[in-house]
Each structure stands twice: as structure tokens, then as C-alpha cells.
């Protein structure tokens, strides 16, 4: 079988992003275990220095305004079965209607992978405390008032952008023969926004593990006593800030002295972050920047993910991976697939600081039952490795080549 894939981007080992990063898992396994012939089609190239998945076969470079000729061409002269369309951005969405009809008239089968959660554009966090910042050093004033208006008046607002993005997410499910889903639970939201009335076409595959690396008996057993956030410092999606006052709160009612907090990662907030570190006084939090992930999850114990919006997560899967009870905010669908209350981790309301904090508590006071549940987030981790969930995607494939015959 030979199965093109369409990502924004051209596809690289050494490229960060989880569209990218499930990509290069998949196409190492499908093409070593499953014998699949693997091929890209990309509409930015790749930085320089950068190279190419050496197991792609070949690629396509395609503009918003679709070749017919030439993406017909490739098509046949590489005998492609499925096209895989990622999700693309927004300025390149609607060429999708082109993919599918030139694939469609070639007996050609197209998914569309949709690697974000319903209305995830809707999934915005801002406060007035941020706008004031960034009117104080003059960054971004725009972007962040923006944001503050959206959420101050997002339940107005909310319906008129459902009905704006319809059509939108009606011509992605025109444009495809099968539809994934990261979770079951995002496709009832799917055909809601859309006007969707059957499920026919939909299906739900979560991501898989980047690397299959688990932490020893040991490393188990020698884990220390620190809490770690490791996001993109953005704050308007991932919401770092809830993290810090919520350890504030830790430090001001003077518990757990032998505990730390670290937050590693980078982005555009990250000053914001240290500057509430600085102007709280918060002595036991450091923030580190950005760094190799694995090693820091090896040695801390509590996890915490307070995002406003995600889809599927990979920081964690790989938290799991590494033995860290989760806390995570309801604010996603997916957070149920990869978090069993009680067993793996706590799931929280969204937006509750107070529950946030209690189930920060409980797991920093409760040492039998924090390191249960680390072994227990190892053994879950591995429902995702890459085996198990390229099993699912062959199974999807067979059915797409069924219907060929």
C-alpha cells in the first residue's frame, strides 16, 4: 500500500510540533513493520539545515491553490491508495475540497486527521492583570486586550463564531472519505459545529508515544520532591499563570517546605511568568526555560497541566510515561482518555483553583498514594505506544482498501 500524507509542513526527525512528531513515528513504523510505502505532501519547506524523514519516498510541494495536473500525477506515478490529510491551517484548509476531488476522480481514498479539538478556537484564557502587564512594558497591548474582550463576552460571542466556522467544518468532512478524531468525545461536537447529522464517516485514533522510554526501578524510587509544569509559555492557551497561584497558595499557608516547583518551557509569556514568580515572592519556584523534558520528569513527582484549550496533549502522555501522577483541568475532551481519576492522575473542573489546589494537596501529603498511582501512569502510558495505536490506523486503512475492491 502507498499512503501520501499532507501536513502543513514538510516532515522532519528534527522538527518539534506534534503534527510533525506523530508523523515521524507512524511513517518509521509503517514503513519497517508494515511494509507501507510512505510519501509527503508539504507547502512549506523545510528550514535550512533541516532534512527530510529519510523514510518518505518522495514529496510534494503544494500551494493553497491546488495543481490539479501535477498533484494528479504524483498520485499516479506513485501509485498512491490513501491520502492523509493532516489538519492545516486556516489559510490552507480549503484547498482540501481540490485534494479530495482530484483524488476522488482517481479512485483515491482520503482521511482527514483532525488533530485539534472542536472549536478549539474558542479556547482562549486572558485577564485584565495580564493586559495591565503588558500595557506596563509596552508588549503586545493589542493581542492581550483582544483576548481579555473575547473571554469577558464569549458567551455571546461563542454562538455567532459556531455558526461563522460551519462551513468550514462541513467541507472537511465533505472533503474526506473517513474523519479521525483524537477522542470519541470530540466527534459529537464535530457534527454539532458542522451540521452534522451521521457519525458514519467518523472514527477516533489518539497520538502515540514519540519514544518508548520508561523509567527504571530506581529512578522510580529516587524521584524527588518537585512539581512540574513543562508547556509552551503561552498564556491565552495554556494558562501557566493558574499553576502559579495555585502554588502561591502553597507557600502562603507555609506547606510542604521540603517541596519545589519547576516550570519548564519557553514562548511569549515566559517573562510574564517570572515577573508573577518576582512579584509574589515566590520562593520555591524556578523557572527554567526551555529544556529536554525527559530528564526533569524523571526526577519530579507531581505533574500539573492547567490549559485552557488542548486536543491531545503529548506533554502528557509523555508525563505518564515518566511516572507522574497527573492534575489536569477538565477543559478538554481528550484529558478522559489519558487520565483515570483516581488511578493515573486527578481531573478538576475547569477553571476551579480550589479543586486545583486540593488535589495538589492530597498528592503532596499522601506519599502511598503518590507513588501508586506513578506506577500506575507508567503501565497506562503504554496503551499509546506506537504499535498499538498503528494498529488502529492499519485497521482504518484495510477498510478504506476494502472499499476499493
Given amino acids: ?75 499516479l506515478r506513485n501509485k498512491i491508495d490513501i491520502v492523509q490529510v493532516n489538519y492545516l491551517r486556516k489559510d490552507k484548509i480549503y484547498v482540501m475540497r481540490d485534494i479530495y476531488r482530484v483524488a476522488h476522480r482517481n479512485g483515491v481514498k482520503v482521511i482527514h486527521a483532525f488533530h485539534m479539538a472542536p472549536l478549539f478556537q474558542t479556547g482562549v484564557y486572558a485577564s485584565w492583570g495580564k493586559v495591565w502587564y503588558s500595557i506596563c ?20 460571542l461563542n454562538p455567532v463564531i459556531m455558526r461563522i466556522l460551519r462551513p468550514t467544518y462541513r467541507m472537511q468532512w465533505e472533503s474526506c472519505d473517513k474523519l479521525v478524531t483524537l477522542s470519541s468525545s470530540y466527534i459529537q461536537p464535530f457534527m454539532r459545529i458542522g451540521g452534522i447529522t451521521s457519525p458514519d464517516k467518523f472514527t477516533a485514533i489518539g497520538n502515540e508515544l514519540r519514544y518508548e522510554i520508561y523509567p527504571t526501578k530506581e ?32 507557600e502562603q499557608e507555609g506547606l510542604f517546605p521540603d517541596w519545589k516547583l519547576q516550570i519548564v518551557g519557553d514562548g511569549k509569556d515566559e517573562m510574564y511568568y517570572r515577573h508573577l514568580v518576582e512579584k509574589w515572592q515566590l520562593k520555591r519556584v524556578k523557572c527554567i526555560g526551555r529544556q529536554e523534558p525527559f530528564e526533569y520528569m524523571k526526577k519530579a513527582s507531581i505533574f500539573l497541566l492547567s490549559s485552557a484549550t488542548e486536543g491531545w496533549p503529548m506533554v502528557l502522555m509523555e508525563a505518564s510515561q515518566m511516572g507522574l501522577p497527573m492534575i489536569a483541568m477538565n477543559s478538554f475532551g481528550a484529558v478522559y482518555d489519558i487520565i483515570e481519576d483516581g488511578y493515573n492522575g486527578k481531573i478538576v473542573p475547569n477553571g476551579d483553583l480550589d479543586a486545583f489546589y486540593k488535589a495538589l494537596v492530597e498528592l503532596m501529603s499522601d506519599d502511598i498514594k503518590r507513588h501508586e498511582m506513578a506506577y500506575n501512569a507508567v503501565e497506562s502510558s503504554k496503551r499509546f505506544e506506537t504499535a498499538k495505536v498503528a494498529k488502529q490506523w492499519e485497521q482504518l486503512f484495510d477498510e478504506l482498501m476494502r472499499d476499493k475492491q
Wanted: aromatic share 12%.
Fill in 219 to 250: 529512578e522510580m524510587e529516587s524521584k524527588e520532591k518537585i512539581v512540574i509544569v513543562l508547556q509552551r509559555m503561552s498564556e491565552d492557551t495554556k494558562r501557566v499563570s493558574f499553576s502559579i497561584r495555585t502554588w502561591r497558595r502553597i
Fill in 1 to 75: 500500500m502507498n499512503l501520501l500524507t499532507i501536513n502543513t509542513s514538510d516532515c522532519s526527525a528534527d522538527i518539534s510540533g506534534g503534527v510533525n512528531q506523530v508523523t515521524v513515528a507512524l511513517t518509521r513504523y509503517f514503513t519497517r513493520q508494515c511494509g507501507i510505502s510512505c510519501y509527503i505532501g508539504y507547502f512549506q519547506e523545510l528550514p535550512f539545515g533541516k532534512n527530510r524523514l529519510p523514510e518518505i519516498k518522495d514529496g510534494i510541494l503544494l500551494n493553497r491553490q491546488l495543481d490539479d495536473d501535477a498533484f494528479e500525477q504524483f498520485l
Fill in 137 to 156: 512594558h509596552r508588549e503586545r497591548i493589542w493581542e492581550n486586550l483582544k483576548f481579555c474582550i473575547y473571554d469577558t463576552f464569549k458567551l455571546v
